[in-house]
């Protein structure tokens, strides 16, 4: 953004006043000067029109010499009256100019305002309306750049395991990236405890100026706002400092403040829906989202497919080696997973150690090359104890499609688990996809006979 100070003023200095004064001077003495010859030439001519004894010639020339003085004198007062009234034209003219220079930075100053607010209302229309938060974001972000013209605007959320900041979304140059696509050298590096005491810290840098806005719940810093602004050689100075502080402090701060709620929103909803322990999503979520996918897919006919995983003999891990490192061996099965799916996949603990994926728009065969993936990450993955040891473990996978054959979110999930309880079954470490069999090595064949929906053995799945 380019800053510059709307101050007004009058143009010209001591030496342009000097000569307005010598101009006026002058003038008014050749006025006056003017006036006394004019005078000097009508007494004259009056005298040698009294004498006795002119000539002709001489009494006429007096008489035209009388009359043109009596027009010059008379001309000369005109003059000095109507350039009197020049000059206070002028300073009407100069005094209306200036009030029109006024009216029209207090009209540029409403018109500030009211993008102002106008921006400010948008942001809460936003914030209040959109559940992604990353989209809300990307909005926010996007009427911020529009009103200000900053080259970059950052959003960071404090990490409760580091207690730093790390960056959730980054606009610049007309686009914005999120969480760790956000470039390295763009994050700065902060600590919430630099904002306990302070509303919006400023900072110059060469040409720029950053201004770092904390967002608080509470009397918590959870997240800031870091803006950069390209302020050119006036960068840093106390006058555009404190210009830019004057005009956007409350601004930024009201943003903030919105952000801050958007922020506590997304916290709340996270601790209400994701499990603690692995970061998917929980049971009672999942069971909101199957429905809702269900009643999408009946209505759009498109398909969805649906993964349910089952950690093999998980029982024997903790047994062996305790509940830490069973825990840890969760964690890192859940990562492998969430990283396996698409940005629009979503994954969930709907069990103990079962855990399941919901895959918009995709196919059975798709969606059984994705639970492969998955299973061949787990089996080459080494997973680490609480004590360093070194743990191999290996899952079973069940798939099944939402579509003509299967019209019911309870049915699709029934479905699933019976292929489930058939990869358990038959050799664990395999994927078996409904309506199709596996062979060892997580290849397919021909489909066998299948249980009833629903049917399974939980002492096997618990081994």
């Given at each position: 953004?380019?800053?510059s100070r709307?101050?007004?003023g009058?143009?010209?200095g001591?030496?342009?006043?000097?000569?307005?004064?010598?101009?006026?001077?002058?003038?008014?003495?050749r006025?006056r000067?003017w006036?006394?010859l004019?005078a000097?030439t009508?007494?004259v001519?009056?005298y040698?029109i009294a004498?006795r004894g002119?000539?002709?010639?001489?009494?006429?020339?007096?008489?035209?010499a009388?009359?043109?003085?009596?027009y010059s004198f008379?001309?000369?007062?005109?003059?000095v009256?109507?350039?009197?009234?020049?000059?206070?034209?002028?300073?009407?003219l100069?005094?209306?100019?200036?009030?029109?220079?006024?009216?029209?930075?207090e009209?540029?100053?409403?018109?500030?305002?009211?993008d102002e607010?106008?921006?400010?209302?948008?942001v809460?229309?936003?914030v209040?309306?959109e559940?992604?938060?990353d989209?809300?974001?990307?909005?926010?972000?996007?009427?911020?750049a529009?009103l200000?013209?900053p080259?970059t605007?950052?959003v960071?959320l404090?990490?409760?395991?580091?207690?730093?900041l790390k960056p959730?979304?980054r606009?610049a140059?007309?686009k914005t990236e999120?969480?760790a696509?956000?470039?390295a050298g763009?994050?700065p590096?902060?600590?919430?405890?630099m904002?306990?005491?302070?509303?919006?810290?400023?900072n110059?840098?060469?040409?720029e100026v950053?201004?770092v806005?904390?967002l608080?719940v509470?009397d918590?810093?959870i997240g800031?706002m870091?803006l950069?602004?390209?302020?050119g050689?006036?960068a840093?100075s106390?006058?555009?400092?404190?210009?830019f502080?004057?005009r956007y402090r409350?601004?930024?701060?009201?943003?903030a403040?919105?952000?801050?709620l958007?922020?506590?929103?997304?916290?709340?909803?996270?601790?209400?829906?994701v499990?603690?322990l692995?970061?998917?999503?929980?049971?009672?979520?999942f069971?909101?989202?199957?429905?809702?996918h269900?009643?999408r897919a009946?209505r759009s006919?498109?398909?969805f497919?649906?993964?349910?995983?089952?950690i093999?003999?998980?029982?024997?891990v903790?047994?062996?080696?305790?509940?830490p490192?069973g825990?840890?061996?969760l964690v890192?099965?859940a990562?492998?997973i969430?990283?396996?799916l698409?940005?629009y996949?979503?994954?969930?603990?709907?069990?103990?150690?079962e855990?399941a994926?919901?895959?918009?728009?995709?196919g059975?065969?798709?969606?059984?090359?994705?639970?492969?993936r998955?299973?061949q990450?787990?089996?080459?993955?080494v997973?680490?104890?609480?004590?360093d040891?070194?743990?191999k473990?290996t899952?079973?996978?069940?798939v099944?499609?939402f579509g003509?054959e299967?019209?019911?979110?309870e049915i699709?999930?029934?479905?699933?688990?019976s292929c489930?309880?058939r990869?358990?079954?038959?050799?664990?470490n395999?994927?078996v996809?409904?309506?199709v069999?596996e062979?060892?090595g997580?290849?397919?064949g021909p489909?066998?006979a299948?249980p009833?929906?629903?049917?399974?053995?939980e002492t096997?799945r618990?081994s």
């Amino acid at each position: 953004m380019r800053w510059s100070r709307h101050a007004r003023g009058r143009t010209g200095g001591p030496r342009s006043l000097e000569g307005s004064l010598k101009s006026h001077a002058l003038t008014f003495l050749r006025d006056r000067v003017w006036g006394i010859l004019a005078a000097a030439t009508i007494l004259v001519s009056l005298y040698c029109i009294a004498r006795r004894g002119l000539g002709v010639w001489e009494e006429r020339l007096a008489w035209t010499a009388l009359i043109t003085a009596s027009y010059s004198f008379v001309a000369g007062i005109l003059l000095v009256f109507s350039r009197e009234k020049l000059a206070d034209f002028k300073v009407q003219l100069d005094l209306a100019r200036e009030r029109i220079g006024v009216l029209e930075a207090e009209g540029r100053d409403y018109r500030r305002r009211i993008d102002e607010l106008s921006t400010l209302r948008e942001v809460a229309y936003v914030v209040n309306l959109e559940e992604d938060f990353d989209i809300l974001l990307e909005k926010v972000l996007e009427l911020v750049a529009a009103l200000m013209e900053p080259t970059t605007i950052l959003v960071m959320l404090v990490d409760e395991e580091t207690d730093r900041l790390k960056p959730a979304a980054r606009w610049a140059a007309g686009k914005t990236e999120f969480g760790a696509k956000v470039t390295a050298g763009a994050i700065p590096n902060f600590r919430p405890a630099m904002f306990q005491s302070q509303s919006m810290v400023l900072n110059s840098y060469e040409e720029e100026v950053h201004a770092v806005l904390p967002l608080r719940v509470g009397d918590d810093v959870i997240g800031a706002m870091f803006l950069v602004f390209s302020a050119g050689p006036a960068a840093g100075s106390d006058v555009w400092m404190q210009d830019f502080s004057n005009r956007y402090r409350v601004l930024l701060q009201e943003i903030a403040r919105h952000l801050s709620l958007a922020a506590k929103t997304k916290y709340l909803h996270t601790i209400a829906v994701v499990d603690g322990l692995t970061g998917l999503f929980t049971k009672r979520y999942f069971q909101e989202q199957i429905a809702a996918h269900a009643d999408r897919a009946a209505r759009s006919s498109e398909p969805f497919s649906f993964i349910m995983f089952d950690i093999d003999h998980f029982k024997r891990v903790n047994d062996t080696y305790g509940h830490p490192t069973g825990d840890r061996v969760l964690v890192g099965v859940a990562k492998i997973i969430r990283s396996s799916l698409r940005k629009y996949d979503t994954s969930y603990r709907i069990g103990g150690e079962e855990m399941a994926a919901i895959l918009p728009g995709t196919g059975k065969d798709t969606a059984a090359q994705v639970a492969e993936r998955i299973r061949q990450k787990v089996e080459a993955n080494v997973f680490h104890g609480e004590n360093d040891e070194e743990i191999k473990v290996t899952i079973s996978s069940g798939v099944a499609e939402f579509g003509h054959e299967i019209r019911n979110g309870e049915i699709l999930v029934s479905r699933t688990d019976s292929c489930l309880y058939r990869a358990k079954n038959g050799g664990r470490n395999r994927v078996v996809v409904d309506g199709v069999s596996e062979t060892p090595g997580g290849q397919t064949g021909p489909s066998p006979a299948q249980p009833a929906d629903g049917e399974r053995h939980e002492t096997e799945r618990k081994s």
